[in-house]
């Protein structure tokens, strides 16, 4: 009896110790600093992917690159030539410095400051979007995002022009002008009536519906 308990405290005692010695052998682990490294990096790898598609969106968009460029290449003081599609006198005093510019007639030309532009275009827009004048560079017409209108306007500086076309084509081009060329295909009309250069009643018919004018007495 004596040696069965003897034997059972020397097996007791070993698993202690053996115990004892996987305790000293396996290191302890700080939960709460694993944790912190582990979110440190994974923030880490967030920033750097978000700055990388940062990148790529700037660097790789055709658009950004243009406007980046255009930036670059134009200066706010190239003068540009813009015309009067008006039936007459008209003019335009810049809301920023003052300045005047006087076109008398349809088809005068004067130059202007871009930044007068600029100006014009987002305190008094309605000059270059009716339009009552219109800008001779195609690059600056890009520049300030007028393409689209402007493939509108392919006859706005040949407005005789247009009187000379077939019937249906002639109707076409009127019904796709601007309201602000209007004014000037209904005055050149009565312009080509009274001097009998216009004496086609189906043109004459057309004009006096689409733009609910009176042209024929």
Do not use: W
């Amino acid at each position: 009896m004596a040696k069965k308990e003897s034997k059972s405290k020397v097996e007791s005692k070993s698993k202690v110790e053996s115990k004892a010695t996987v305790t000293k052998e396996s290191p302890t682990i700080d939960i709460e600093a694993l944790k912190k490294q582990l979110y440190e990096e994974a923030l880490a790898k967030v920033k750097a992917e978000m700055e990388e598609k940062a990148k790529e969106k700037v660097d790789d968009t055709p658009q950004y690159k243009s406007i980046i460029k255009r930036k670059e290449v134009l200066d706010n003081n190239i003068l540009v030539p813009i015309m009067n599609v008006t039936n007459g006198k008209l003019i335009y005093i810049s809301r920023k410095t003052g300045c005047e510019y006087r076109f008398e007639n349809y088809g005068d030309i004067e130059y202007i400051e871009l930044y007068e532009l600029l100006t014009m275009r987002t305190s008094q827009r309605v000059f270059l979007d009716e339009p009552f004048l219109i800008i001779l560079d195609d690059e600056i017409v890009d520049y300030l995002g007028l393409t689209k209108m402007y493939k509108k306007l392919t006859y706005a500086t040949k407005i005789d022009g247009i009187f000379s076309m077939p019937i249906n084509q002639f109707i076409e081009v009127i019904e796709s002008i601007p309201k602000g060329l209007a004014h000037v295909v209904v005055s050149k009309a009565k312009e080509k009536i009274k001097s009998k250069e216009l004496d086609s009643v189906q043109k004459v018919k057309a004009i006096e519906d689409v733009f609910n004018v009176k042209l024929s007495s």
